[in-house]
C-alpha cells in the first residue's frame, strides 16, 4: 500500500519540499552525527528521491540509498547518478541489507519508519539496519512526534505552489491525529480551476521509550533521545520531532 501511494505521488512528493532550506538546516545535525562515528559508510533506509543521499556523498562518503518505491529509486538514479561509491537499491526498510562490508551509520528518517503497519514491522526494520552496522556503529531514526499534536483537528501544514508537468498545481500538506494514529492529508489542485485531488497517508504514533527498548534488544549499548535537528532534548508534549541515536555495542555479547 505504501508503495504504491508513494509511486503515484513522486513528482508531488519531491514538490512539495523546500529541499535547500531542509538539508541546510539539517546538514548540522548530520555532520555531527557522522564525525561522531567516524563515519565513511552510510546507508540510507527509505530514502525516498535521494536528496539525503546526494549531500551526504558530496561530502565524500560512500553511500547506499533503499526504498520500497522503484518510481523514487529511479527518480534519484536519474537526478544523481551511480558509481561505486554511490548505490541505489529497491527494498522494504524491513528487508536485509545486503553488504559486503558493515555500514558506519544506518539511518531512517522522513517519518518513513512511522509509515509501518505494525511495531512488529518497525522491529523488523531495526533489526535489519543494526545489523548492517559494524560494531560501535550508529543507527539514527526520526519520526514525527504525534503526541504533540491535539487530538481531533487537522493542523494544516503548507501550501505550495508549483509546477508538476508542465501544469501548474497547488499542493496542500495538513496532519492530524485520531487516538494513536496519525494522518497526513495531501490534497492537490490544477491553476487557476481549483479540482482537489487527495491522498491520505496512516502513521503511527511511535513512543520513545519503545523504540529505545526496541534498539537495546537489537544490540544498543546507550540510546539517545532527542526532540529536534537542533538537539533538543525530546519532550513527549511539545517536541516537533522524536530523534532517536542508537550505538551499537563495540563488542559483541560473548554469551549470544
Known amino acids: 500500500m505504501t508503495a504504491g501511494l508513494f509511486d503515484d505521488l513522486t513528482d508531488v512528493y519531491d514538490a512539495m519540499i523546500d529541499w535547500p532550506k531542509r538539508l541546510a538546516y539539517e546538514e548540522p545535525f548530520f555532520r555531527s552525527v557522522f564525525d561522531r562515528a567516524g563515519a565513511e559508510r552510510i546507508v540510507d533506509v527509505a530514502c525516498g528521491t535521494g536528496r539525503h543521499v546526494a549531500m551526504f556523498h558530496s561530502w565524500g562518503l560512500d553511500v547506499e540509498g533503499s526504498d520500497i518505491s522503484p518510481n523514487m529509486i529511479d527518480r534519484a538514479r536519474a537526478s544523481f547518478g551511480q558509481s561505486d561509491r554511490l548505490r541505489w537499491a529497491v527494498r522494504a526498510f524491513d528487508e536485509p541489507i545486503r553488504t559486503a562490508r558493515p555500514f558506519d551509520v544506518a539511518l531512517c528518517v522522513g517519518n518513513s519508519l512511522a509509515l509501518a503497519p505494525d511495531f512488529a514491522v518497525i522491529r523488523r526494520a531495526l533489526h535489519e539496519m543494526m545489523a548492517a552496522v559494524r560494531p560501535g556503529g550508529l543507527l539514527v531514526l526520526q519520526v514525527l512526534n504525534l503526541w504533540r499534536l491535539t487530538d481531533g483537528p487537522c493542523q494544516w501544514q503548507k501550501a505550495r505552489r508549483t509546477t508538476l508537468n508542465e501544469e501548474e498545481v497547488l499542493i496542500v500538506k495538513g496532519v492530524h491525529r485520531c487516538g494513536s494514529r496519525g494522518f497526513v492529508d495531501l490534497f492537490v489542485t490544477p491553476l487557476p480551476d481549483i479540482e482537489l485531488h487527495g491522498d491520505t497517508a496512516v502513521f503511527?504514533?511511535?513512543?520513545?521509550?519503545?523504540?529505545?527498548?526496541?534498539?537495546?534488544?537489537?544490540?544498543?549499548?546507550?540510546?539517545?533521545?532527542?526532540?529536534?535537528?537542533?538537539?533538543?532534548?525530546?519532550?513527549?508534549?511539545?517536541?516537533?520531532?522524536?530523534?532517536?541515536?542508537?550505538q551499537k555495542l563495540a563488542t559483541p555479547d560473548r554469551h549470544e
Not at 211 to 231: F, K, N, P, T
Open 204 to 246: 503511527q504514533g511511535l513512543e520513545a521509550v519503545d523504540l529505545e527498548q526496541a534498539a537495546r534488544e537489537e544490540g544498543a549499548s546507550s540510546v539517545e533521545c532527542l526532540g529536534s535537528y537542533r538537539r533538543d532534548s525530546y519532550d513527549r508534549r511539545t517536541s516537533g520531532d522524536l530523534i532517536l541515536i542508537a
